[in-house]
DNA sequence: AAAATCAACACAACCGGTTGCTTTAAATAT
DNA sequence: ATATTTAAAGCAACCGGTTGTGTTGATTTT
C-alpha cells in the first residue's frame, strides 16, 4: 500500500533549489520571477503532477473563490436554471459554486447557512425558505464583508443586495391580458404566505388591474393553496369550477397550478381558451408541453443567478459594509400562447 | 471601518484560560475532557459567536467532509434529481456537495476535475459528458483513494464504483412492451455516441427483444439525433412519419423526444396510440402533462443519487485502492400510460 | 572605483484547527 | 508516607500555500 502523498510546492522546492515563495509566486507569473524560472516551475509542475491545495490558500488567504447558493431545492425549473445562470457567470471568473438545500425549512436554512460561513464561501446567493420568517441567520455574512445576494424570494427589511422581477407589475400585466381578452370573471390562484412578498405582490397586482377596470374583487375567486403542487391546483381549481358563477379567466401563480388547472378543465369539458382563459407564471418547460399551450409570465431564472453572480464577483473584498446595496430588477413579459388567445 | 476579525479557538483559549487543544477536543466531546469543561468552552463558543474554519481543519486533517459533484447540466430532470437525492444523503452525514457543470464539454470536465482535486474533496460523483472519451482525468481520484462513483453515463473501462440501470434491460422491456400491445413496426429515436453505453446499450435490448419476436432490424425506422431536444425529436419524428410504411410504435430513448413525436404526430392527425404507440424513457414530469398521458420507463433518479452518495460515505478512508470496485444496478419498471395503452 | 539601484530570489511568520506526546495534579494502591 | 495509576489539560509540530521583508549579486550612476 504505497503512500501516495500529495505533490506540494515544498517538493518542487526541493528539486529546484529553489525557495517555496519562488515557487508560488513562479506559478502567478509573478512580476519579480524571471521568465526563465517561471518556465522552470511549470515544467516541473507539468512533470510531477502538482495540484495546488486551494484549502492552504484559502485558509491564509481568508478567501475561497467559492460562492454559496443555499436555495429551497433544484428540483424545481426556475431554481435549477437561477443556479445554472450563477455557475455559468462564476465559472468564467474561476470561482465555485457550492449548493445548498434549505428544502423550504427554517432549521436547515439556518444550519446550512452556519455551515456555508464555517466554509468560508467568498460571497452567498439565497432564496428564502417558505418557512423563514426571521432572516437574522444571514447577519453574519454582512457583518463580515461577505457579499450577500437574496434573489427572488427576498426579505423585505435586510440591507444587502437584492436580485428581483417586479412581481406586482407581472401580477398586473398577467391580469390585463386576461382582460383584454374580453375575461370579466377573473379567478386568481396564489399560494403560500404574506412574507417574502412574492405571491402577495402578484396578487397585489391582480387586485389593482381589476379595480382599474372597475371590476370589483370576488372572495370566492381568489384561492390560496397550501404548497404549490399539482394536485393542490386540481382541488383548488375543482373548487372554482363547482361555483355557481364559473370565473372565465384563471390567473395561477405558477405554472404547475395553472397546468393542474387546464387538466381540470378539460376533465369536466370546459373549453380552453374559448369559456376559460389561463395564464401562468414562470414559463415551466411544461408551460410548452401542455395542450393547449399555457399563455405565461416569463421568469428571467438564468439572467437572476447571471445577474447575482456578479453582483458577487464585484463586491467581493469591496469594504463597502455599510453602505446601502442596490435592489436589481430584470424584465418579465407575457407570453401569449394558446391558452389564453381568444382574439 | 471597524475590523471585523473571525473569533477563532485562540480568542475562547485566551478567554478561557486553557489551551487551544483543549477548546478542540472540547467541542468534539473528546474523553479525556471534562464535562465542566465542555460546558464552559460551548457556553464561550455560544456566546462569543465562534463558527469553525472547516479550512483549516481541512488543511491539517487532509479531508474536508464534502462531496464534489461532477455532471453534464443539472436542469435535466434527471440530473437535478439525482442531485438531490445525493444531497439529501450527504446532508444526513453532515457533508457538504459541491456541484459543477461540464456542459457536456470534455474540455471543461478535465479542468473542472483538476478544481474538485485542488479543494480536497472526500469523494466525487460524476457523470460523463457526451463528449468524454477519455477518462484519464478522473485516475487522480482513484490514485489518492479519493471514492469515485460513476452514475449514468459511465465509462466502460475504470476500475471504479458505478451505479447504473440496466440499460439492455429497460431497452428490451420498452419493446416489448410495444410488441405486446400489438405493434409490428416499431421505430426506434436514440441519441448521441456509442460512449457512455447508455442509449447504445437501449438500443441493443430493442433489437434483442425484435429479435426474440421474429421480427425483422428495419434500418429506416432507426433515428439517431444529434442531440436530445425538442427540435431533433420533432424533425426525426417527421421523417418517419414521412416513410411509406409508417411505423405502428415508437420506443424513444428519452421522454423529451417522445413527447415531441407524439406532439409531431398530433398535429398530422395520427392518432395515439391507435394508430401508433408510444414510450419514452426517464419518467420526466412532462410525461405526466403531456396529452396522452406519456408512457416511460422509470429512472430512478433521486435513489441512484442516495446510492451513490452512500457509496462514497462508506468508502472514505478505507484505504482498498486497489480492489475491484462493486457497480450497483438500480431497478426500471415499464410505466404503462396512456400514449402506449392499446389493450 | 565607490555608491546607488535594481532584478531575482530566500527567509520566515502566518492562517486556524488537529493531534501525538508530555506534564500536572489528584486519586488510588502498597 | 511513598509509589503508582489515572484523569485532565498543556505543548508544539503540523497541514501547504502566501506575502512582507531581507539578502545577494549584477548593473547602472556619478
Known sequence: MEENKDITIYDIAKKLNLATSTISRALKDHPSISEKTIKKVKKAVEEMGYVPNTLA????????NTIGVLIPTITQPFLSSLISGIEIAAQKSGYNVIIMQSHDS?????????????????????????????????????????????????????NTFRVIIDNYAAG????????????????HL????????????????????????NLPQIDELIVNLKTVTYEEGAKASN???????RPDGIFASGDIIAV???QTAKKRGIKIPEELAIIGFNNDPISQIIDPNLSTITHPAAKMGKASAEIILKNIKSNKKD?????????????VRESSKRI
Open 57 to 64: 490558500a484559502g485558509l491564509r488567504g481568508n478567501k475561497t
Open 106 to 158: 427554517y432549521e436547515d436554512e439556518v444550519s446550512l447557512a452556519k455551515s456555508l460561513y464555517s466554509s468560508r464561501v467568498s460571497g452567498v446567493i439565497s432564496s428564502l425558505a417558505m418557512e423563514t420568517r426571521d432572516t437574522s441567520h444571514f447577519q453574519q455574512f454582512v457583518s463580515n464583508n461577505i457579499p450577500l445576494v437574496f434573489v427572488d424570494r427576498v426579505p423585505k427589511n435586510f
Open 172 to 187: 398586473y400585466k398577467a391580469t390585463k391580458h386576461l382582460l383584454e381578452q374580453g375575461c370579466t370573471r377573473i379567478a
Open 190 to 213: 396564489t399560494a403560500g404566505s404574506e412574507f417574502g412578498n412574492l405571491y402577495s405582490e402578484r396578487k397585489r397586482g391582480y387586485l389593482d388591474a381589476l379595480k382599474d377596470h
Open 239 to 245: 373548487k372554482l369550477f363547482d361555483l355557481e358563477l
Open 260 to 262: 393542474s388547472a387546464i
Open 323 to 335: 453602505e446601502v446595496k442596490e435592489i436589481t430588477f430584470l424584465n418579465t413579459e407575457v407570453l
